[in-house]
């Protein structure tokens, strides 16, 4: 291919073409003349035959140099032509590219796969995900990349690139990253490795803020998981914690307690004072209990104005002691109706322990509730034990 090439250089094709130029010329005087001397000896006529071959040659040559230039000619144009097309559809396609890198809702990258991350390209978007403007980044000239990261995340990030690098395949991250201003957002990076000609290894994507998305997961989470009036586990929610709980508990032979609570003439609140007060004192009740215990136990609303609490290590005694201090602390403290104003309530509680009163979620949580209609029925505000009807406090 090499020698190919330098055959075809201009200098190579302009000296070949002024050899067989030579070689013609020469080659048509000697012959030219030597046949003309022998066909027309006649010195007259020979003199006009010499003038005529010349003009001859002449008139040839011209055609032959006018026919090569103007092909040549033709296909130099041609090429010019081509290459500023092709400049044109390059500099279109660059404007088009900026344009779209510009308007990304993050930024477009191309770094060094190093554990600054040292960044050798960022788009505009640079500024506004990350408060840095794009010179401050490139070649970590204020700041690196990974300085942006916490240690943690960036060790994470290194060994997910490196186990899709050897895969030939991109990379899909999600990860903190702490702006300029010191503020915090969600990034999502999607990117590839691309090997370079001199052996060396770079890494080229896209990084977008995906802090919206992570907010609406999160409430969408606790949509799933929270009662959207107090903030406590739902029913559903509850249940699956008091099932792995139960299932801890029966493993290491643990005690554990169940609530079961309900507000005493919590409807009279509603009908005297509206339903906006009547939820008003939920929260403020539920947010009661949830201080009131320990940070191991669950709270959660089964609906309506009934909740249940699961003590994880906890016996009866204990269990009964933990009821009858929230029954005292809700009775004690008026519940806000949201209005300024505040109202008196009191709660029935029913008590059930593991494995005293049952030995699975459905049996725990009945022998619990059926505790609590017996504390009803010995005039509420009242904690009562399970299967234990004798054993009803009210203070």
């Known amino acids: 291919m090499k020698s190919l090439n330098e055959n075809r250089t201009p200098l190579r094709r302009a000296g070949w073409a002024a050899v067989v130029y030579l070689i013609a010329g020469f080659a048509w005087i000697a012959f030219s003349d030597t046949l003309a001397e022998t066909w027309f000896p006649d010195p007259k006529t020979l003199s006009v035959i010499q003038t005529w071959k010349g003009s001859f040659f002449v008139l040839i040559t011209g055609v032959i140099l006018f026919s090569v230039l103007l092909r040549q000619l033709t296909k130099d144009r041609a090429l010019l032509n081509l290459q500023h097309r092709q400049r044109q559809a390059l500099r279109e396609r660059e404007r088009q590219l900026q344009i779209l890198m510009d308007n990304l809702p993050g930024m477009a990258y191309r770094c060094l796969y190093d554990p600054d991350w040292t960044m050798k390209f960022v788009s505009q978007g640079c500024t506004k995900l990350t408060g840095y403007e794009p010179d401050e980044l490139v070649n970590n000239r204020v700041t690196s990349y990974a300085a942006l990261v916490s240690d943690a995340s960036n060790q994470q990030l290194f060994e997910q690139v490196r186990v ?8 899909s991250l999600e990860y903190e990253v702490t702006r300029k201003d010191g503020s915090r957002i969600w990034v999502w990076e999607r990117g590839r490795g691309v090997q370079e000609d001199d052996g060396s290894l770079h890494l080229e994507g896209i990084i977008l803020d ?6 609406l997961e999160t409430e969408l989470e606790q949509m799933a998981t929270r009662d959207p009036l107090t903030g406590l586990l739902n029913r559903r ?32 609140v509603n009908d005297t004072y509206g339903h906006a007060a009547g939820d008003s004192v939920l929260r403020a009740i539920s947010r009661l209990l949830l201080g ?23 016996d009866l005694e204990e269990a009964q002691e933990t009821a009858e201090r929230l029954r005292r602390k809700v009775a004690e403290e008026p519940q806000p109706l949201g209005n300024g104003e505040a109202v008196p309530l009191t709660i029935s509680v029913g008590v059930a322990v593991y494995p005293d009163h049952g030995q699975t979620a459905s049996t725990l949580c009945a022998a619990a509730d059926k505790a609590m209609y017996l504390a009803k029925d010995r005039g509420r505000n009242c904690v009562a034990m399970a299967h234990l009807h004798d054993q009803v406090h009210n203070q």
């Open 292 to 314: 009131s215990v320990r940070s191991v136990d669950s709270i959660g609303r089964f609906g309506g104005e009934e909740f249940v609490i699961v003590l994880p290590e906890m």
């Open 164 to 171: 899709a690098l050897e895969k030939e395949e991109s990379f």
């Open 210 to 215: 995906i802090s919206d998305r992570k907010v």
């Open 237 to 268: 929610e509850m249940s699956r914690v008091l099932d792995e709980e139960l299932q801890r508990a029966r493993r290491y032979q643990r005690p554990m307690a169940v609530l079961w609570v309900d507000f005493d003439h919590f409807k009279d």
